[in-house]
């Protein structure tokens, strides 16, 4: 079974500028989540994806971030536009169901470096 | 704000056991306690959850305290592949929601 898989790896771009995050997770996941680490910092949650509907978008840092997911499988996350603080690497996690426990499975995330 | 308090680093010789300890004094009594790791440049990898009982996998085990204040994480033969920042989460209601809130965790360093 495929895991979450995100893309790009790695994206390098100039401030102003726009990039466009993706993530699918494991089929049959109806929970999508983003997080992100900036550099020094602990790990932060960016949203919740509950199918297409964002259920928790809480710690989107400002409207600069755009996140879809459209028809409820892969998501993308639309930085525009890019600033310097905006570099880190970026996580997407899915899981089956939340319920009384809920096991999140990570992608190997995406590292954007914002110049 | 994360729900648990964990030593910022720990180091433990290949072979032994480690045993990385977590302060979680507030939590609820329908909140689990879970243990993801992030080994390196990869995303972090769950490593198992319980709520009132020890629980052990294959990778682990996890020690919860009968008030359920504080819980310990033990992997029973360190390898060097272990090395790596363990983060103890309380999975509770937040702004309406349940989420996971990653603390700064334990950062392992297993020896040769």
């Known amino acids: 079974e495929a895991g979450v898989t995100q893309f790009p790896s790695h994206s390098v771009i100039e401030k102003g500028q726009t990039v466009t995050l993706r993530c699918d997770p494991i089929s049959g996941h109806d929970n999508l989540y983003w997080y992100r680490r900036v550099m020094g910092k602990e790990i932060k949650f960016l949203l919740h994806f509950v199918k297409e509907s964002k259920q928790d978008e809480s710690g989107m840092p400002n409207n600069r971030f755009l996140a879809e997911r459209t028809g409820g499988t892969y998501s993308t996350l639309k930085v525009q536009p890019a600033e310097l603080e905006d570099s880190g690497v970026y996580f997407c996690?899915?899981?089956?169901?939340?319920?009384?426990?809920?096991?999140?499975?990570f992608g190997s995330g995406t590292q954007l470096s914002v110049l | 704000d994360a729900k648990t308090t964990q030593p910022p680093s720990m180091d433990c010789a290949e072979g032994r056991a480690a045993n990385l300890p977590c302060n979680h004094s507030?939590?609820?009594?329908?909140?689990?306690v879970y243990w993801y790791r992030q080994i390196h440049s990869q995303g972090p990898q769950y490593i198992i959850h319980?709520?009132?009982n020890n629980e052990t996998n294959e990778m682990a085990s996890l020690i919860i305290t009968e008030d359920r204040k504080s819980s310990t994480l033990i992997l029973p033969h360190a390898t060097l592949r272990d090395t790596a920042v363990y983060y103890c989460i309380v999975r509770g209601l937040t702004s309406g929601t349940y989420k996971y809130i990653f603390g700064t965790g334990t950062r392992l360093k297993v020896l040769a």
């Open positions: 507030t939590i609820s009594g329908n909140e689990y």
């Open positions: 319980g709520l009132k």
């Open positions: 996690a899915s899981s089956q169901q939340p319920g009384g426990y809920e096991k999140l499975f």
